[in-house]
């Protein structure tokens, strides 16, 4: 177990958890770690900010033994924190009873969280006929997605296939040509043909897009790596009613703002659609890997045997730990906490610094602050000195998306602090500016 320290003491020297040694001092440690992960990890990321070494419900621990509280939640992963009992407890239960078996069979827990899936996800329209496909992420979950929009496509002659100015749906080949960010994309060209990108909450442009050549057309709720940018309702809307009148799919992929974050099981319930497809990942394993391809009515045959599959989707272990999880959102009330906490924070962000605030969005807790300067990988750095975890999508906008257990005194500790994060983010632009001139 850890012992967290306060981040104001000096750090206590923590054992070195591959030889069990003390180090020298933890400095050191830090040091090491570091020149370790140059040296063996693939350089995909860049240099981390920290390494990890420990957590406690929003509290994660440095290999200094400084403590911070999670704002970021391992990207909308964490919504039970870290170590829940709940996940901890499904997780010992299920690896000590039946770890891994590969689709040739059937687990309880597979099956139980396709079940309960569909019962979250379904209004009174959602048809009988759904199904429930597992991955392993959410790229995987927009693979399984994209081969049912293609395979319909080739079944119908249809070639075209719509996603959103500013799309996030993952790196892997198939989810990457549904990606519009150009950096992302183009070390890859060219990737899969027929897919358009229209501005998002345009419902004209989405007028003139949509024929009966369209297979498929893929939103994200809230376009979380994009900045939190919130969909309309009405758009959605909009969305399902051409989308049905031209016969092609509508795929929702709520990996980002899915399980709870937005003050609702899926960011589409405040639009009270029904999708023909969902994708799920991040907060559903809270923390385990898992995906998951929701489809519902005569979508959810499209895929047949053979056409599809994984080693390890459906991973018993995985699998009890997403049933845990979703068990415990709706045991301790953490849908009507998110939308509540959520409201709060984002009004309390806007009054702390309304002059280097030009807006803050989101729905739950999913925010984003947009400030009227490029400061935001700065406030990052700032912030963590200051013990906090936050996250930059882009020179000004700030990403939120903490577990869903934050508490009202935790949410409250990161607004007090907040206007002198900014303040120093600022002296920090400032220097950078003179030593670069
Ligand atoms: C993170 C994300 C993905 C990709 O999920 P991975 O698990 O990283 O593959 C897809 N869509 C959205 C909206 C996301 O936020």
């Not at 442009?205 to 979380?224: K, S, Y």
Request: charged share 20%.
């Amino acid at each position: 177990m850890n012992t967290p320290t306060n981040p104001m003491t000096p750090a206590t020297p923590v054992a070195d958890a591959t030889t069990g040694q003390a180090p020298e001092h933890a400095k050191h440690a830090a040091e090491t770690w570091a020149a370790r992960y140059a040296g063996a990890v693939m350089n995909t990321f860049g240099t981390p900010q920290l390494t990890l070494t420990g957590g406690h419900g929003c509290t994660l621990v440095d290999d200094e033994g400084k403590e911070y509280l999670d704002l970021l939640g391992g990207i909308a992963v964490n919504v039970l924190g870290q170590a829940h009992p709940a996940v901890v407890a499904a997780v010992t239960e299920q690896i000590h009873t039946l770890g891994h078996v590969s689709n040739y069979f059937a687990t309880p827990p597979h099956i139980q969280l396709a079940e309960r899936l569909l019962s979250i996800i379904s209004t009174d329209e959602t048809p009988e006929e759904s199904r429930v496909f597992l991955a392993n992420s959410g790229a995987e979950a927009n693979e399984c997605a994209l081969k049912i929009v293609k395979a319909y496509g080739v079944s119908t002659g249809r070639t075209r296939i719509l996603v959103l100015d500013h799309a996030f749906h993952g790196r892997t080949l198939g989810a990457l040509s549904l990606t519009w960010k150009e950096a992302y994309r183009q070390p890859f060209a060219p990737l899969i043909p027929g897919i358009e990108f229209i501005p998002a909450n345009d419902s004209d442009a989405l007028r003139t897009a949509m024929n009966e050549d369209v297979a498929g057309f893929f939103v994200e709720p809230i376009q979380g790596e994009a900045g939190v940018h919130v969909l309309d309702d009405d758009y959605l809307r909009l969305a399902r009613e051409l989308t049905r009148e031209h016969g092609a799919l509508l795929v929702v992929d709520e990996v980002q703002c899915g399980i709870g974050r937005t003050g609702a099981w899926m960011g589409h319930h405040h639009s009270a659609i029904t999708p023909d497809v969902v994708t799920l990942a991040k907060g559903l394993g809270g923390g385990l890997p898992i995906g998951a391809c929701v489809a519902f009515g005569e979508t959810a045959s499209i895929l047949g045997p053979g056409m599809h599959g994984t080693t390890f989707g459906g991973n018993p272990v995985c699998a009890a730990a997403a049933v845990a999880v979703l068990d415990t959102i709706e045991s301790e009330g953490l849908i009507e906490h998110a939308r509540d906490l959520g409201h709060w924070l984002r009004c309390a962000l806007r009054e702390a610094a309304p002059h280097m605030i030009s807006e803050v969005r989101g729905r739950g807790l999913l925010i984003g602050i947009e400030l009227t300067h490029d400061i935001a990988p700065q406030i990052v750095a700032c912030a963590r000195d200051a013990g906090f975890i936050v996250n930059a999508t882009s020179a000004k906008v700030l990403r939120l998306a903490p577990p869903l257990i934050l508490s009202q005194d935790e949410a409250a500790s990161f607004v007090d602090a907040f206007p002198s994060m900014i303040s120093q983010a600022q002296t920090m632009v400032s220097a950078e500016r003179k030593d670069s001139k």
